[in-house]
C-alpha cells in the first residue's frame, strides 16, 4: 500500500490532517490510502487488551474486547464521510479551523458490529436521551475547559439505529492507525466529527451532553446563535472536468452529490449563468453519494461550470456561502473554471 502522505494532500502533518486528491475522487469509491484524515489529536497507540466501556445511565457497567466484538454479528455499509470544515478556505473572511479546501470527503466501505448491539448488552435506561463517544485521543489539559479527549454524543436514535457501527475494518482491511485504530465509531448521513475514532467508551446519559467539542467546537456559531453540526447539508461536486483543466465543446460534465437528511431527487448543473437538468444515476448505497452527469456543448473560451443539488426534504445548496465563525457547513454552490477549445 502506497505511503499515505504521498497519496494525500497534507493540511497539517501533527496531528494528522489531510485531503483526498480532487483526482482520486473521480472514483465512485475512494481507494483507501486516499481516504481523507481528520485528527484532532495525536494518535493513540493501539494494543490487544483495548477494551469499551459502556458506562453511565445503563442497567450495569460493560466491558467489550476486541475479540468479543469479532465474535459479534458483523455488518458493513458503503457511506459517504464529510468533515465539516470541507471547503472552509471558500469563506470570506476565512474562519479559524483547520484550512480545509474541497477534499476532506471520501466514500469507503466500513465493517463491523451495530452500536446498538453493545448497547443492548449494558441495558439502556428509559431516562436515557443521548449516548456519548469518547475517543482514546488525548489533548492536553486546559483548566479552564478541561479538555483532555475528543468525546461527542448522539441522539439516542440515532446510536441505537442499525447502521451506526463499532467499526474495525475500512475497505476490507483492518484500520490503519490515522482511521483509528483499533476500533471506531461510524455514523452515517452525519458530519465525520460523530465517527468519533480510537473508541475507548460509550456513556449513556439521561441529559444532553455539554462538553467542549458538543457546545464549543463543531457548532454552527452565527452571532452568537451556537447550535451543534449535525446531519451532513445537501451538496455537489463536479469531479470532471476538474477545475482550470482544457477540454473539448462536447463535454460530459460529472459529479457526486448527498445529503444527510434524504436522498437527492434532482442536481442542475450551469454552464455559465444557463442551468441544465442533470442525470441521476442509482446510489451504490443509500449512504453513498449520488453519480450524476450532463452531456452538454459547451462555449469555447473560458467557462464556469457551476452545480446544486436537492434533497428529498426539499433542501437545495444556497447560491451564496452561509458563513460562521468556526467554518463549517459550506454546502454552497461551487463554480468551476475550465478552458474549452475547439
Known sequence: MP????????VRAHPLCAETPLALLQQPVTPAPGVYVRSNFETPAAHANWSIVISGDVEHVTRVTLDALAAMPQHELLMTMECAGNGRLGMDPVPEGEPWQYGAVSTTRWRGVSLATLLAQAVPARTAVEVLACGADAGPRDDATGIVRFERALPLDVAMHPDTLVATHMDGDPLTADHGAPVRLVVPNWYGMASVKWLAGVQLLSAPY?????QKRYVYDVDGDVRPVSRALVKSMIVSPMPQQTTTPQCTVRGWAWSGSGAITHVDVAVNSRWHRATLSAPASPYAWTPFSLEVA???GNVMLRSRATDATGETQPEAIVWNRLGYGNNAV???????RS
Not at 455539554?210 to 458538543?214: A, L, S, V
Request: aromatic share 8%; hydrophobic share 50%.
Open 298 to 300: 459547451l462555449p469555447t
Open 334 to 340: 461551487r463554480a468551476i473554471p475550465v478552458l474549452v
Open 210 to 214: 455539554t462538553g467542549y467539542f458538543q
Open 3 to 10: 505511503d499515505r502522505a504521498s497519496v494525500l494532500d497534507v
